[in-house]
């Protein structure tokens, strides 16, 4: 079992800049590549950023630029998991979701709303 958490969410204003954080525990060393997705009620999750555990990272085009994703391993465990958000738009607007990929499939967090005023 693997446990997520996300934090960091919250309203900024458009040009402005958010860090989203992850907190990983319990199963980790099962853990392969982490993401973050996004979502908007009533329409399909879609993929922000992923990062492997070699940390080679990919980004959706929409974000490409603007948004940084990092991960690491402060101990035997726990991960952490970051998105850096720049230049925040307001189509950036959603719930955004921590993903892990283990051995025994994907496991989700509950989410973390930003809100991108214009």
């Known amino acids: 079992q693997v446990q997520l958490v996300e934090s960091g969410g919250g309203l900024v204003q458009a040009g402005g800049s958010l860090r989203l954080s992850c907190t990983a525990s319990?199963?980790?060393?099962?853990?392969?590549?982490m993401g973050w997705y996004r979502q908007t009620p009533g329409k399909q999750r879609e993929l922000v950023a992923t990062v492997t555990s070699g940390g080679t990272t990919n980004y959706a085009d929409s974000v490409k630029g603007r948004f940084t994703i990092t991960r690491s391993n402060a101990n035997n465990t726990m991960y952490t998991m970051y998105l850096q958000m720049n230049s925040l738009k307001p189509e950036d607007t959603r719930v955004y979701y921590c993903?892990?990929?283990?051995?025994?499939?994907?496991?989700w967090g509950k989410g973390t709303l930003v809100t991108v005023s214009s």
């Open positions: 993903s892990a990929n283990t051995r025994w499939g994907n496991y």
């Open positions: 319990g199963s980790i060393f099962s853990i392969g590549a």
